[in-house]
């Protein structure tokens, strides 16, 4: 035993000095039509055990073992369609090919909408309601092909302004010369009858969808616009059906905007515009041991890329949106010691990934990287391109094991300071066995490109913050977090921090009419472009506790006429009260002050947030 | 008299074998790329790329087969592509260049940037100029008129119907057609002999009923109307009458002046229709990627997917036939685009050549 131990140890201490000397961590196997694959919750970033993988047009199935992934081989060679089944979730779907080295799929499932009743012979409108509006789908009579009047109808739906990694497919009118789509808007359709089994609509029959304008897309896509539209065919591994849909006001409440067009197959559907105006960016792809060959990218809104020996390739992407970029890499037979080196390991397997959201590269390496407009060349006239002399870099690694909660704050005028935690996510999303996280690496960046690496605050701690960097009201910060600290960024998040915020009209000690009073504040960073705060205040009449001796205000406007909470709601009670104004930025949301995780990657979820309490005020409110 | 001899039986051989396939290229528009793909099927590739505008879609061959008239619904415009040169030799604009916006606000750019003497947006709204790309009065059917000197113009928006003057390049007629109920998008037109003949849908998603309207081609007074399903995506002209597929169900309806529609089944989704023959008609079935062989004298049809080597061709859109007629060259629009090569006396598809996704007509043109 003790032989075995010693001949192990020293085969990997042998591996390990092979991999430094020859940058022999990228010459790992990588088995030829092979698919691997990693599959986690789009809305926690939690990898999900149990997910049944099926091959299109084959018996082949897989399941995703406790880390969420999986691995298919002996593939024939081509264009291999996925997909994925999980309780709870909408159908997932996705593509790789199998070529002469293993490829990887990253697929994130989405909790699937409330399950509906429908019979089949009534119209009816259903729809999932999200902050976004309200997701609808509209039957006429007796268009469904079934005699089963017992359906179950279930609307997904996805905003791909924040969960575009669960959209199936590449989004891409390939072809000839492949366009890359811009995503818009989309939800999963599921019609269900009493056996479980999948109900479409009869042939030459229609049903009409209408999907929300994601509030961010809004100032794009105006009333009137038309927008193409089209359904993800799991059999072909392609968007289809391409159908023009106009921007409308919603059926269901009469002020959202969506996109209202007919579906013919219920499936995955939604609206994206080819993308006019492109560029091509140079990427250069990289792990540990140096320069990455045959690593695929993905660009979203964009198209996809295998770079080359030297780690380097050239891909098309939409301008002036800030786009994501994925790079994976997979490895078989190999396991990662704990060194980081590549070991041979006979049906291990090693799934490197590294993402770029374009959007958090504020102030760090590869923020002004080399871009051309217009589409890449051909691939035959890639390689004659000179080498552009400032990549867009990624770097990739293991994704990490297990999972990460983070919870930034920004202090205006004070600490950023990030509390990160490893654990196993439970049902809520909450992590159970909750552990301080240690050798992360985290920076911080501000929108002038300041940067600053955060330091534990004592080992153990989980504690991050960063020395001689004061965070500024007003500004905005993105966190790029490092969780398992092996090289790649492994969550990222951006807030602003609160601007210098004071009342206006108000001052301690002063004295206003109750009737006529309007409270204003100011703020430092009210002008900012995506600025974004909710400021909440309050009216408390010291010694009272009545409805007329409170008043309250939560939202993003900077002035308030404090009323009390009567109906109808009148002048707050005279007498003396005290005013509280406090400012929240980041990943809070909504009257209620919604909590929403703003951090996230794959194995991780978090929030960044900025707070900023101005100090309470006493004044004298008199009678009307 | 060995001459003689030779030139005779060469006589007889071309006259006893069917015509062949002179050389010609195929044009796709493709809606995605601003572009017309010039494919040579020899080669089964696309040799070039030219850039016309904004959503190019329907195009139509000139008689003399010297000029293609591509209509761009995303630049108000058509362009025309010299057959020779496979160049754009001209655009037009379709409807005039506005001054104010739908609500009413002045378009300060338009003025700055003198935009009324442009023949088509494209010169100023195309990838990486002013936004938004798509612009106007998205117009969509095209017709000859009946010498030729002319063409019609059906817009979506306002249900405009427009006639371009070829000499002068310029519009010179305009109307916006009364609506039929709730059918006020002018769909498509076509030319029956001295009848013009329109379909006019509902605003879409609808299951409202459209029309198709003939009107006289001199003075564009209505002569006739009849009701047709919801969503006509295509008019195509027979000797006395028109066919018009309905595009949200199986069906084709032909519609005479004066007479009921007659309904011949396809298989979901006709979009595209192209005369193969005496009283036959190739219908290109979108949703159910088939096309449908119809024969209008006795109604029947033959209907076959568009498969090739296990791969399905998905969402064929229109096609053309290739000189000796013996081939329909049909564009497969998905996310792929392929143009495939269909036999029409085999009914299958022979090859499936590359072209960019999301692409919509195609014309035949002589190698000049």
């Known amino acids: 035993m003790k032989k075995t131990l010693g001949l192990v140890a020293l085969m990997g201490f042998l591996a390990a000095c092979g991999g430094e000397n020859n940058s022999g961590g990228n010459t790992a196997p990588s088995a030829p039509n092979t698919v691997a694959g990693l599959v986690t919750d789009i809305g926690s970033g939690v990898r999900l055990a149990g997910v049944t993988v099926r091959v299109v047009g084959s018996s082949r199935t897989a399941t995703t073992d406790n880390r969420g992934e999986f ?10 369609k996925l997909d994925f089944e999980k309780a709870g979730y909408a159908p997932g779907h996705g593509i790789a090919e199998s070529t002469s080295s293993a490829q990887t799929v990253v697929v994130a499932l989405k909790k699937e909408g409330t399950e509906q009743g429908y019979d089949p012979t009534q119209a009816r409108t259903l729809f999932q309601r999200t902050e976004a509006g309200p997701y609808a789908v509209i039957f006429q009579p007796n268009s469904l092909d079934t005699t089963d009047t017992n359906l179950r109808v279930v609307v997904t739906p996805l905003d791909p302004t924040k969960e575009d990694t669960a959209l199936p497919g590449d989004l891409v009118a390939g072809g000839a010369s492949p ?3 811009a995503p818009v808007t989309f939800a999963e359709f599921s019609i269900l009858d009493s056996q479980n089994r999948r109900i479409n609509l009869k042939p030459g029959f229609s049903a009409t969808v209408e999907l929300p304008i994601p509030p ?11 927008i193409h539209c089209y359904a993800y065919n799991p059999q072909t591994g392609r968007w289809e059906d391409f159908v023009e849909g106009t921007v409308e006001r919603s059926s269901v409440d009469g002020t959202t905007p969506v996109l209202r067009a007919s579906i013919r197959h219920f499936s995955w559907y939604g609206g994206a515009p080819a993308v006019q105006d492109q560029e091509c960016v140079d990427v250069y792809v990289s792990n540990r041991f140096g320069p990455l060959e045959g690593a695929v990218v993905t660009a979203r809104p964009g198209l996809r890329a295998v770079t080359n020996r030297n780690g380097r390739a050239f891909i098309t992407i939409e301008k002036g949106v800030p786009v994501n970029f994925t790079a994976t890499k997979t490895y078989t037979d190999t396991f990662v010691d704990n060194n980081g080196n590549l070991i041979p390991k006979p049906g291990a397997k090693v799934i490197d990934i590294g993402k770029v959201y374009e959007e958090d ?17 051909g691939a035959s006239v890639q390689s004659l391109r000179p080498a552009a002399t400032n990549p867009l870099p990624i770097r990739v690694a ?7 909660q983070a919870i930034a704050l920004l202090q205006p005028g004070g600490v950023a300071f990030v509390q990160l935690e490893k654990g196993i996510p439970n049902a809520d999303g909450d992590l159970d066995n909750a552990e301080p996280a240690s050798g992360a690496q985290i920076i911080i960046s501000d929108n002038t490109g300041k940067t600053a690496t955060l330091s534990e605050l004592a080992p153990g701690s989980g504690a991050y913050f960063a020395n001689n960097f004061t965070v500024e009201p007003g500004k905005r910060y993105t966190l790029n977090i490092d969780a398992d600290g092996n090289g790649s960024v492994d969550g990222s998040g951006s807030a602003f921090a609160v601007g210098n915020v004071a009342w206006s009209n108000l001052s301690n000690g002063g004295s206003y009419s109750a009737s006529s009073l309007t409270a204003t504040w100011s703020d430092s960073a009210a002008a900012q472009p995506g600025y974004n705060v909710l400021y909440q205040v309050y009216f408390q009449r010291n010694g009272g506790s009545g409805v007329s001796d409170l008043a309250f205000y939560m939202g993003s406007e900077r002035s308030f006429q404090p009323r009390a909470q009567t109906n109808p709601p009148t002048p707050l009670a005279a007498g003396t009260y005290t005013v509280t104004l406090n400012a929240f930025s980041g990943a809070f949301s909504g009257g209620d002050l919604d909590i929403t995780d703003n951090i996230t990657g794959v194995g991780m979820q978090g929030q960044i947030y900025s707070v900023q309490p101005v100090n309470p005020i006493t004044i004298t409110l008199t009678a009307p | 008299m060995r001459v003689g001899m030779l030139l005779g039986l060469i006589g007889l051989v071309a006259c006893s074998s069917p015509p062949s396939a002179r050389p010609h290229y195929v ?15 020899t080669q089964g590739k696309t040799i070039q790329h030219i850039t016309v505008g904004g959503l190019p879609h329907r195009m139509i061959l000139s008689p003399d087969g010297r000029k293609v008239y591509v209509v761009l619904v995303g630049s108000q415009a058509v362009a025309e592509v010299d057959v020779r040169s496979l160049a754009v030799t001209r655009t037009f604009l379709t409807a005039p260049v506005p001054e104010r916006r739908a609500d009413g606000t002045l378009i300060q750019a338009h003025f700055d940037q003198d935009a009324f003497a442009q023949t088509t947006c494209f010169a100023c709204h195309n990838p990486g100029g002013a936004k938004p790309f798509i612009v106007g009065e998205r117009p969509v059917g095209i017709a000859f008129s009946s010498d030729f000197g002319r063409l019609f113009i059906s817009h979506i928006r306002q249900g405009q119907l427009s006639e371009i003057d070829l000499e002068s390049g310029k519009v010179v007629r305009a109307v916006n057609l009364p609506p039929s109920g709730s059918a006020n998008e002018a769909a498509d037109v076509a030319r029956v002999g001295s009848k013009l003949v329109v379909a006019l849908r509902p605003r879409q998603p609808s299951t409202e009923a459209s029309a198709v309207r003939w ?12 009701p047709t399903g919801s969503d006509p995506a295509f008019v195509l002209p027979l000797e006395e009458g028109a066919l018009v597929s309905n595009f949200e ?14 309904r011949f089944t396809v298989t979901p989704g006709p979009l595209g229709m192209l005369r193969v023959g005496e009283g036959q008609v190739l219908s290109l079935n979108y949703y159910s990627n088939a096309v449908s062989l119809l024969d209008l004298k006795t109604g029947q049809s033959e209907n076959h997917r568009l498969e090739l080597a296990g791969t399905t061709f998905v969402n064929p859109t229109h096609a053309a036939l290739s000189p000796d007629r013996r081939l329909a060259y049909i564009v497969s629009s998905g996310t792929e685009g392929r143009l495939l090569v269909f036999d029409l006396k085999s009914a299958r598809v022979l090859r499936a050549i590359p072209i960019d996704g999301l692409s919509f007509d195609v014309v035949v043109v002589e190698r000049l």
């Open chain 1, 71 to 80: 691995i298919l081989q002996n593939l024939p060679a081509g264009l291999v």
């Open chain 1, 179 to 181: 366009t890359p789509l």
């Open chain 1, 216 to 226: 961010e897309l809004r100032s794009r896509y105006r009333i009137g616009d038309k």
């Open chain 1, 361 to 377: 590269l504020i102030g760090l390496d590869g923020k002004n990287y080399s871009r051309t407009p217009g589409p890449c060349p």
């Open chain 1, 398 to 404: 293991p994704a990490p094991e297990g999972f990460f």
């Open chain 2, 27 to 41: 044009l796709v528009s493709q809606a995605g790329s601003s572009t017309v793909a010039v494919i040579d099927p």
């Open chain 2, 215 to 226: 009107l006289d081609e001199q003075n564009w007074q209505p002569l006739a109307e009849a």
């Open chain 2, 249 to 262: 169900s199986n069906t084709l309806s032909l519609h005479v002046p004066g007479a009921a529609p007659q």
